[in-house]
Each structure stands twice: as C-alpha cells, then as structure tokens.
C-alpha cells in the first residue's frame, strides 16, 4: 500500500521560505506522477506543482509559478516543495499525492490515488 507522509510545515513571515517533504514507500514509483496541492479554509483543494517522477518534469500553478520548486530524490523516494518569497495567500493545508499513471498537466485533485495527511503552512504579514 502507497503512504505518503509530509512534513516541514510551519508559521512563516512573509517573504520568507520553507521546504517541505513528502516521504512515499509501498511501490516503485518510475511510472507516477506525484504533485503538491493545498487547501486554505473554505476554499477547495487546489493545484501547486506536479513531477513526472522518472524524467523528472514538472508543472506549476502561475500563483506559485517562480517562487515554489518541486524536485524529488529517488534514491530517498522523497519530494520536495521548496517555497520562496512566501505571501500570506500561500496560507494553508498543503497535501503531497500521488498517482501511478497520467501526465503532470493533470491537475484536478479528484485524479490523484494517494494522499499524505497534509502539513499546515502559515505565513504571516
């Protein structure tokens, strides 16, 4: 069984940067596609960034586009959010998932088999 587990979440001032992790066991992953989603209170669960996980490719939403990088260690079956020069709009319940097929243009959560428990991100002015 996939599991997914995050962790690096935090309170933040604004402009500054945290780095999350999403540690993935229970398969081989070179098919997958993994990605970041968040959720802030009331809102629906949105797209952050997707990874192809064997090339390597990635996809971003333009809100986090230039600030935010998703990479992964396959050696430590890890992936990575590094968020940069973060707003208070970044704010919220960020959820690392996992799917073993499809393609880093699909971003609609629904799509996604497996979901860590999600790390909090609070960013403050």
């Known amino acids: 069984q996939v599991q997914l587990v995050e962790s690096g979440g935090g309170l933040v001032q604004a402009g500054g940067s945290l780095r999350l992790s999403c540690a993935a066991s229970?398969?081989?992953?070179?098919?997958?596609?993994m990605g970041w989603f968040r959720q802030a209170p009331g809102k629906e669960r949105e797209f952050v960034a997707t990874l192809a996980w064997s090339g390597g490719s990635t996809y971003y939403a333009d809100s986090v586009k230039e600030r935010f990088t998703i990479s992964r260690d396959i050696a430590k079956n890890t992936m990575y959010l590094q968020m940069n020069n973060l707003k208070p709009e970044d704010t919220a319940v960020y959820y690392c998932a996992a799917n073993p097929y499809g393609t880093i243009w699909r971003i609609e959560w629904t799509a996604y088999r497996y979901w860590g428990q999600g790390t909090q991100v609070t960013v403050s002015s």
């Open positions: 229970g398969s081989t992953f070179n098919s997958y596609v």
